[in-house]
T-cell receptor
Framework: GESVGLHLPTLSVQEGDNSIINCAYSNSASDYFIWYKQESGKGPQFIIDIRSNMDKRQGQRVTVLLNKTVKHLSLQIAATQPGDSAVYFC??????????FGPGTRLSVLP | DAMVIQNPRYQVTQFGKPVTLSCSQT?????MYWYQQKSSQAPKLLFH???????NEADTPDNFQSRRPNTSFCFLDIRSPGLGDAAMYLC????????????FGQGTRLTVV
């Protein structure tokens, strides 16, 4: 069978609260970043992206913040809902090369 | 409507028996990727095609091969599956533009018995 996986960092939030998921990226040459949501047994689903010439981008209930100085990316989810429960991955793309995924964070929404 | 379609969703194969996973796309994207994802881990890139140009990751075992007969289809061949190859295999596509997202299929869960 599969090898034993790593334990994903888990963030537990109350339904209706805001969630903040953090990601440290590694390559200072990365100029494009994406947040993906992956539900159990499914493929990753695009949530929001941001280019390196921006420091904030907003979507529907989600905001991505980029701090290039400290190579940090965050995803904010407003009014978290049970359907937001999933694993969230950040991905960076250095200079048009292939995406590199972060380790992931499991978001658990409590009723 | 599904844009990146992987078949089958679940595949059981015997140790050492060759297996092929398939992926098709309706997006007409130039780039197609194959990722391996093990439990509680991030997707790991195995290789990708840019049009017909095959690009292998340095640490992808020789046991994994790929074919892309046309723009729409891409196959992952595992020549002699071992127990350690049990994983979710994800296909993704992206367009020509540099800063564009990758679209993922729903994955094929491979079990090796």
């Amino acid at each position: 069978g599969e090898s034993v996986g790593l334990h994903l960092p888990t963030l537990s939030v109350q339904e209706g609260d805001n969630s903040i998921i953090n990601c440290a990226y590694s390559n200072s040459a990365s100029d494009y970043f994406i947040w993906y949501k992956q539900e159990s047994g499914k493929g990753p689903q695009f949530i929001i992206d941001i280019r390196s010439n921006m420091d904030k981008r907003q979507g529907q209930r989600v905001t991505v913040l980029l701090n290039k100085t400290v190579k940090h990316l965050s995803l904010q989810i407003a009014a978290t809902q049970p359907g937001d429960s999933a694993v969230y991955f950040c991905a960076e793309r250095p200079n048009g090369q292939n995406f590199v995924f972060g380790p992931g964070t499991r978001l658990s929404v409590l009723p | 409507d599904a844009m990146v379609i992987q078949n089958p969703r679940y595949q059981v194969t015997q140790f050492g028996k060759p297996v092929t996973l398939s992926c098709s796309q309706t997006l007409n994207h130039n780039v197609m990727y194959w990722y391996q994802q093990k439990s509680s881990q991030a997707p790991k890139l195995l290789f990708h095609y840019y049009d017909k140009d095959f690009n292998n990751e340095a640490d992808t075992p020789d046991n994994f091969q790929s074919r892309r007969p046309n723009t729409s289809f891409c196959f992952l061949d595992i020549r002699s599956p071992g127990l350690g190859d049990a994983a979710m295999y994800l296909c993704a596509t992206s367009g020509d533009r540099v800063n564009t997202e990758a679209f993922f299929g729903q994955g094929t869960r491979l079990t090796v018995v």
